[in-house]
């Protein structure tokens, strides 16, 4: 048990064992007094009783007698006057008489006894009174009659005298003993009373022992309140909450100092009541409510007259009186949270260069312009909603201005032509800015397409007045695709997809067109998109295969190589060209499964013909998209090693769009093909990059002539004929073979003949052909002498 | 060296009634001397009353019981105090009886406590045998706080002789 436990404990019983302890000791103290009381009452008692015994009396009465009996001798003798006989009988009479009328008041006991006899001693005097008379008057007789009178009477009296003296002695001794357990029962009751006054100090000592610590409890729980009541002062004062009590009425009764700064009352100054007013309403849904009213945002103005923006609440708690509720009202000032709020939402959704709305707001305001308006439903589960129309703006030549011109002119076009087209709308009309050069714009209730064209053309013609920034003319344009909602499309995806099928068109119809959208856009997207999962369903069902087209060197009847080309037999369509098929496949994201397939059946057709005894290079084609990776380098190394093929017999044929993309990243793996061992060939060489500085750095095995440049020989062209001497001049100098494709007549063959080039592909030497066919013709070859 | 002798400045007041001093010549008419006072008297003289001389001194009646009676009963007889005014005498005093107790009496009972010289019961002489002839005694139904031991110690009776000191 705990001391504190064990204290409350006694604390408890204390008030009666207080009681206890203070009554046991109040009745040892009277029984002590008592006590003293009763012994002292005997005692003196039994000293009165020895005092007033009449042992005196007895002894005097005796000497009394003796002294008249002597003087009676006298007397007889003639020696004593009668008047002192008479006076000394006087005198013993007297004696006599005293013990006469008994004394009830105190008990004597052999002296009652004596009492009781002094009639009869009275009677015997007055007999001797006689008799003394008859003596003094001669008789002789009556004087031994006295003497004989006296003698029975001083024996009398000299037995009581004895057994008095006896009776004295005894009561003396009782009173000594008596005074010994006096003694005693003295020291008892003083001891009693002792204990007794040392109980009654002990408890008045525990008592106010107990008080002192009551009252320091008192005093702690006093302090702890005013200490905590303080905490929480500090506590609501320091809140940034403004924080305001009142009661039921609407008396306001504390408010904290954020409460007080706000509305610019005086520090310890309690504020104005909310008895009417805007918290007047807050107070009564307060009182009705179990527990805090949800919270509210509101407006409202401080003592400087600022407009602020509150987040506020207030609950009903019950005050000391039970029925006595009040209320506390709480607001947070978010003026400054909402102010944030509404600056990151601005930044959020607009564009920070021209503050148009961006691409985000603009979808939010697409969305919006889509909802049904209330209470005008339409049929077929569409919401009824104001007619509008949606332009993707597209602007024409502004790549060109930055890239000449540089940025910061580029944007100060942006913002102004920006600023034209916003100057083309009305008020509910919304111009946004989604791309980099591409702006949009909802034109709010059109009647119809007329009205849309109308301002696309405006729009346009605003693109392209000309622009003068920083002194510079500057002529640009735009083009924009246009859709109508609701007759071409309900929906946001659908609608900002028709608008970019609109543009794109507009674009390809040349620059400066205003396009609205037609079904037939979407049914040839629609069409490609059939085909691209087609062909990924082809690939995935090895419904791709080779062919192969023979390369031969000029005068030369056994192919030296050959091209390994795509095809793929539509169920429906019949051979869908490679050019159309694998532009889609690799955008759907099947580049490298792609890339593989063709590895893969390649190499394993290279190396069964080797098998057979053929050894024929074969050449594929890869995808610029997988020099932008490593990749090409890891398909190509796992076509290897899958076929065993020997790595000198596999070509592969890049174009030069790869340098575009990421020259770095296509030095380094042209590096790792070239590592391998495989031979590596520059398709379409003379058409697709300009620059030929990478020449200088990256070897080549193979050139092949891009068959632009063939089909122009035979033609008589001298510029032609000049081109490809150059390229095979180039190829020489690099130490790379060169292959003339697209070889198609005798003339161009022998023209190829003349200018000394290496090998040649094309229809007059052989079409891509299976590759039995291939192995055919080779073997004729081997076997023509 | 007894003797008896009449006051000289008594003659002028009390006349026959004046105590007889000793030495003085004796009367024609003996009437029995029942008290003598002695000792610090003036002149050094030893002053012998009778009952008429002592009741001469200034006579009253005194209610009272005592320890040693039942019930209240008159006295009559003379304040103490009367009796050594009368005789120009103070100071304490030993008194005597004829049956030879004798005790001391202070100055002050005479003064402030009132002890009285009783000489009659109901108007009669108190005989001898009823504590005469002069019985001192205190008006202790008066004055309940004399009804002590000591008080009635000095309560002496069949007083013959008082000493003065």
Same mark, same amino acid.
């Given at each position: 048990m705990t001391p504190r436990r064990l204290r409350a404990l006694l604390a408890g019983r204390r008030g009666a064992l207080f009681k206890l302890g203070l009554g046991g000791a109040a009745l040892l103290f009277c029984l002590s007094i008592a006590a003293s009381g009763l012994h002292l009452t005997t005692q003196s008692e039994l000293e009165a009783r020895v005092q007033r015994t009449s042992v005196w009396t007895a002894s005097q009465m005796l000497v009394e007698l003796s002294e008249f009996e002597a003087v009676l001798r006298g007397v007889q003798l003639g020696t004593e006057s009668p008047a002192r006989m008479w006076q000394q009988f006087e005198i013993l009479?007297?004696?006599?008489?005293?013990?006469?009328?008994?004394?009830?008041? +105190?008990p004597q006991d052999e002296m009652d006894r004596l009492r009781d006899q002094a009639p009869l001693l009275m009677a015997e005097l007055d007999e001797i009174e006689r008799d003394l008379q008859a003596m003094l008057a001669g008789s002789v007789a009556a004087g031994g009659r006295v003497d004989r009178r006296l003698a029975e009477m001083k024996l009398?009296?000299?037995?009581?005298?004895?057994?008095?003296?006896?009776?004295?002695?005894?009561?003396?001794?009782?009173?000594?003993?008596?005074?010994?357990?006096?003694?005693?029962?003295?020291?008892?009751?003083?001891l009693g009373l002792m204990v007794?006054?040392?109980?009654?100090?002990?408890?008045?000592?525990?008592?106010?022992?107990?008080?002192?610590?009551?009252?320091?409890?008192?005093?702690?729980?006093?302090?702890?309140?005013?200490?905590?009541?303080?905490?929480?002062?500090?506590? +609501?004062?320091?809140?940034?909450?403004? +924080?305001?009590?009142?009661?039921?009425?609407?008396?306001?009764?504390?408010?904290?100092?954020?409460?007080?700064?706000?509305?610019?009352?005086?520090?310890?100054?309690? /504020?104005?009541?909310?008895?009417? !007013?805007?918290?007047?309403?807050?107070?009564?849904?307060?009182?009705?409510?179990?527990?805090p009213l949800p919270f509210v945002e509101g407006a409202a103005i401080d003592h400087r007259g600022r407009s602020r923006t509150l987040l506020s609440t207030a609950v009903s708690v019950a005050g000391a009186g039970g029925e006595r509720r009040r209320v506390v009202f709480i607001a947070f000032d978010i003026t400054h949270r909402k102010a944030a709020e509404n600056r990151i939402r601005h930044l959020a959704e607009?564009?920070?260069?021209?503050?148009?709305?961006?691409?985000?707001?603009?979808?939010?305001?697409?969305?919006? %312009?889509? %909802?049904?308006?209330?209470?005008?439903?339409?049929?077929? !589960?569409? /919401?009824?909603?104001?007619?509008?129309?949606?332009?993707?703006?597209?602007?024409?030549?502004?790549?060109?201005?930055?890239?000449?011109?540089?940025?910061?002119?580029?944007?100060?076009?942006?913002?102004?032509?920006?600023?034209?087209?916003?100057?083309?709308?009305?008020?509910?009309?919304?111009?946004?800015?989604? *791309?980099?050069?591409?702006?949009?714009?909802?034109?709010?209730?059109?009647? /119809?397409a007329a009205e849309a064209l109308a301002l696309s053309g405006r729009l346009i013609a605003a693109a392209q007045e000309p622009f003068h920034i920083g002194g510079l003319p500057i002529r640009i344009g735009a083009s924009i695709g246009t859709v109508l909602a609701p007759g071409q499309g309900w929906r946001d995806e659908t609608l900002l997809r028709r608008s970019d099928m609109a543009l794109y068109e507009a674009k390809a119809a040349g620059r400066g067109q205003a396009v609205l959208f037609r079904p037939e856009m979407e049914e040839a997207v629609l069409d490609e998109r059939l085909l691209t999962s087609e062909v990924v369903a082809a690939l995935r069902q090895e419904a791709l295969f080779l062919?192969?087209?023979?390369?031969?060197?000029?005068?030369?009847?056994?192919?030296?190589?050959?091209?390994?080309?795509?095809?793929?037999?539509?169920?429906?369509?019949?051979?869908?060209?490679? !050019?159309?098929?694998?532009?889609? %496949?690799?955008a759907a994201g099947h580049a490298a499964a792609l890339a593989r397939h063709v590895l893969r059946h390649a190499c394993r057709q290279a190396a069964a013909w080797r098998r057979e005894g053929q050894e024929m290079p074969v050449a594929v084609n890869l995808s610029?998209?997988?020099?932008?990776?490593?990749?090409?380098?890891?398909?190509?190394?796992?076509?290897?090693?899958?076929?065993?093929?020997?790595?000198?017999?596999?070509?592969?044929?890049?174009?030069?769009?790869?340098?575009?993309?990421?020259?770095?990243?296509?030095?380094?793996?042209?590096?790792?093909?070239?590592?391998?061992?495989?031979?590596?060939?520059?398709?379409?060489? *003379?058409?697709?990059?300009?620059?030929?500085?990478?020449?200088?750095?990256?070897?080549?095995?193979?050139?092949? +002539?891009?068959?632009?440049?063939?089909?122009?020989?035979?033609?008589?062209?001298?510029?032609?004929?000049?081109?490809? %001497?150059?390229?095979?001049?180039?190829?020489?100098?690099?130490?790379?073979?060169?292959?003339?494709? *697209?070889?198609?007549?005798?003339?161009?063959?022998?023209?190829?003949?003349?200018? *000394?080039?290496?090998a040649v592909q094309g229809y007059l030497l052989g079409r891509p052909m299976p590759a039995p066919a291939l192995a055919a013709r080779f073997r004729a070859a081997a076997l023509r002498p | 060296m007894r003797r008896r002798c009449v006051l000289g400045l008594s003659a002028l007041s009390f006349g026959l009634l004046s105590p007889r001093r000793r030495g003085q010549a004796?009367? &024609?008419?003996?009437?029995?001397?029942?008290?003598?006072?002695?000792?610090?008297?003036?002149?050094?003289?030893?002053?012998?009353?009778?009952?008429?001389?002592?009741?001469?001194?200034?006579?009253?009646?005194?209610?009272?019981?005592?320890?040693?009676?039942?019930?209240?009963?008159?006295?009559?007889?003379?304040?103490?105090?009367?009796?050594?005014?009368?005789?120009?005498?103070?100071?304490?005093?030993?008194?005597?009886?004829?049956?030879?107790?004798?005790?001391?009496?202070?100055?002050?009972?005479?003064?402030?406590?009132?002890?009285?010289?009783?000489?009659?019961?109901?108007?009669?002489?108190?005989?001898?045998?009823?504590?005469?002839? &002069?019985?001192? &005694?205190?008006?202790?139904?008066?004055?309940?706080?004399?009804?002590?031991?000591?008080?009635?110690?000095?309560?002496?009776?069949?007083?013959?002789?008082?000493?003065?000191?």
């Open positions: 009479y007297s004696r006599m008489k005293s013990i006469d009328p008994p004394d009830d008041r +105190i009398l009296l000299r037995h009581a005298n004895v057994r008095i003296h006896q009776q004295r002695n005894a009561l003396a001794q009782q009173a000594l003993a008596n005074l010994g357990t006096g003694q005693t029962v003295f020291l008892a009751c003083t007794s006054a040392g109980l009654l100090i002990l408890l008045l000592l525990a008592e106010s022992a107990r008080a002192r610590w009551l009252l320091a409890q008192s005093r702690a729980a006093a302090e702890q309140l005013s200490q905590a009541e303080g905490t929480l002062r500090i506590l +609501i004062d320091n809140l940034p909450a403004l +924080i305001c009590a009142t009661d039921a009425a609407g008396r306001c009764l504390f408010v904290n100092e954020a409460y007080a700064g706000f509305h610019g009352l005086e520090p310890g100054r309690v /504020g104005p009541d909310l008895c009417d !007013g805007p918290q007047a309403g807050l107070l009564m849904r307060a009182l009705a409510a179990e527990g607009h564009d920070p260069l021209t503050d148009l709305p961006n691409r985000t707001l603009f979808k939010t305001r697409l969305r919006a %312009a889509l %909802a049904p308006v209330d209470g005008e439903r339409g049929g077929e !589960g569409m /919401g009824a909603f104001w007619p509008f129309a949606l332009h993707s703006i597209d602007l024409d030549g502004f790549k060109a201005v930055n890239d000449s011109h540089g940025h910061p002119v580029g944007d100060e076009l942006l913002l102004a032509v920006a600023a034209r087209m916003a100057a083309c709308l009305a008020p509910e009309d919304m111009l946004a800015r989604i *791309g980099g050069d591409e702006f949009a714009v909802i034109q709010a209730r059109v009647a /119809g062919v192969f087209q023979p390369k031969y060197r000029i005068g030369g009847a056994e192919p030296i190589g050959c091209e390994a080309l795509l095809r793929w037999n539509h169920p429906v369509r019949g051979a869908v060209p490679p !050019g159309r098929f694998v532009p889609l %496949a690799e610029a998209s997988l020099f932008a990776t490593t990749e090409a380098v890891e398909l190509v190394r796992e076509a290897l090693a899958e076929s065993g093929l020997p790595h000198r017999l596999l070509e592969v044929e890049l174009t030069e769009s790869i340098f575009i993309r990421d020259a770095e990243r296509a030095r380094e793996t042209l590096a790792g093909l070239r590592a391998l061992g495989v031979r590596v060939a520059l398709d379409d060489f *003379g058409t697709g990059y300009a620059a030929l500085g990478y020449l200088q750095s990256l070897r080549f095995d193979t050139l092949k +002539i891009d068959r632009v440049f063939i089909q122009a020989l035979g033609s008589g062209r001298p510029d032609s004929t000049a081109i490809v %001497a150059a390229i095979l001049a180039l190829a020489r100098a690099l130490g790379a073979e060169a292959v003339a494709e *697209g070889v198609e007549t005798e003339a161009q063959l022998a023209a190829l003949a003349a200018l *000394g080039c290496d | 004796e009367g &024609i008419d003996a009437a029995p001397v029942v008290l003598t006072v002695d000792g610090q008297v003036a002149g050094g003289e030893t002053i012998d009353l009778t009952l008429e001389q002592i009741e001469a001194l200034g006579f009253e009646t005194l209610r009272t019981a005592t320890p040693w009676t039942r019930g209240p009963q008159a006295f009559g007889g003379v304040p103490l105090r009367s009796l050594l005014r009368g005789l120009g005498v103070s100071g304490d005093m030993v008194a005597s009886a004829l049956n030879h107790y004798n005790v001391t009496i202070p100055a002050e009972d005479a003064e402030k406590h009132g002890a009285f010289l009783a000489t009659r019961l109901d108007g009669e002489p108190l005989r001898l045998r009823n504590r005469g002839p &002069i019985w001192l &005694i205190y008006p202790w139904s008066l004055r309940p706080e004399l009804d002590q031991p000591p008080y009635h110690e000095r309560a002496i009776w069949q007083l013959r002789r008082l000493e003065v000191r």
